[in-house]
């Protein structure tokens, strides 16, 4: 290859990324060689993976196609600042969907990204307020980019962590893996000074700092883990029973004046799915009609105040049958916004 080859394929797979059949004649004015020299360049592509269609005939062109395998792409400045700003947004707010992947393809792209990109990518960021749901912590994207490369590339972490309670600390960790739950990040890893497995709510994590210390990772308690066998399922499975143990668990039984379409759309799905309730002639604890609702029972170890918050917002009539301390939460947030609505104006 020439030196100018590398330049003139990355320009025509710019172009063949664009959705449509470029004819040979336009691609090869449009870069300012022969249609030779276009054909020998789609065949370079094809050994490099891209998988370029070409169709023959007068009105025939080339047309880039969906492959087996997702080759690398191209992508010209506007286009990558509003990848990076829809991934910051996303991953910023633990959006239920944007998982680790999500995150680590942010890390990605941000670095590679040009100093005068990241710049763009910040100032649209800091002027964009977001319709917060009020149901999560927003996180600062690039601390969840700093522990996503760190766990990917086996790195040592360090940062500082304020506890439930406050307190101030400062770690030295291993990370395996960040686990989303919908509402928040949460970082798996192994203390070093603590010699122990934790698991770290990212919204309290600051001023994180790789420290270019490599490291094997470690078998996951009671997972066969490790460099070859650990993932993403294990790292789920040990953040569930590491949350079970620290928070009480909650035995749901809700009804819902709701058709069940209309209450899975509004609930989140980790407080589980509701079924239809019986037919006109089956119980019905909320003394509606049942034939129009569903009710919902599962178990979650949420808070309670998350919990009465997420089924107000179902936006629907509904009765709770269980637990006990949710029912009583809810009769004094009910007495507190009666008066909060009865306050002289």
């Not at 569930?240 to 928070?247: E, K, N, P, Y």
Request: glycine share 10%; charged share 25%.
């Amino acid at each position: 290859m020439t030196d100018t080859t590398p330049a003139r394929l990355l320009k025509l797979l710019s172009l063949l990324q664009t959705p449509r059949e470029w004819p040979g004649g336009e691609l090869a004015e449009r870069l300012d060689v022969t249609p030779r020299t276009i054909r020998r360049d789609i065949d370079r592509l094809r050994e490099l993976g891209y998988p370029v269609e070409a169709s023959r005939g007068s009105a025939g062109g080339y047309r880039l196609v969906a492959g087996a395998a997702l080759p690398p792409l191209v992508l010209d400045d506007e286009e990558a600042v509003a990848i990076a700003v829809g991934l910051r947004a996303g991953a910023g707010h633990a959006i239920e969907g944007v998982d680790e992947a999500s995150v680590r393809a942010l890390a990605k792209l941000e670095q590679v990204l040009p100093a005068r990109l990241r710049h763009r990518v910040s100032s649209l960021q800091n002027a964009t307020v977001p319709l917060a749901r009020g149901d999560g912590s927003t996180i600062d994207p690039r601390t969840l980019t700093t522990l996503a490369s760190a766990a990917t590339g086996q790195e040592r972490l360090r940062f500082a962590y304020r506890s439930r309670e406050g307190t101030e600390t400062r770690r030295q960790v291993e990370p395996y893996r960040l686990v989303s739950t919908g509402r928040r990040w949460y970082l798996v890893a192994y203390d070093l000074l603590r010699e122990d497995w934790r698991t770290f709510r990212v919204d309290r994590v600051s001023e994180p700092f790789a420290t270019g210390a490599r490291f094997t990772p470690r078998p996951l308690p009671g997972e066969s883990g490790g460099a070859d066998g650990g993932g993403v399922e294990d790292a789920a499975r040990y953040f569930a029973r590491s949350m079970a143990g620290r928070q009480p668990e909650l035995r749901l039984d809700v009804w819902f004046a709701a058709p069940t379409e209309f209450v899975v759309a509004r609930l989140p799905p980790t407080l589980g799915v509701p079924e239809p309730v019986p037919g006109p002639d089956g119980e019905n604890p909320g003394g509606e009609d049942s034939g129009n609702g569903c009710r919902l029972r599962s178990s979650c170890t949420d808070s309670l105040e998350w919990v009465a918050l997420r089924l107000a917002l179902v936006d629907c009539e509904f009765t709770v049958q269980g637990p006990p301390e949710l029912v009583e939460h809810l009769e004094r947030l009910g007495a507190r916004l009666t008066r909060a609505a009865g306050a002289p104006r």
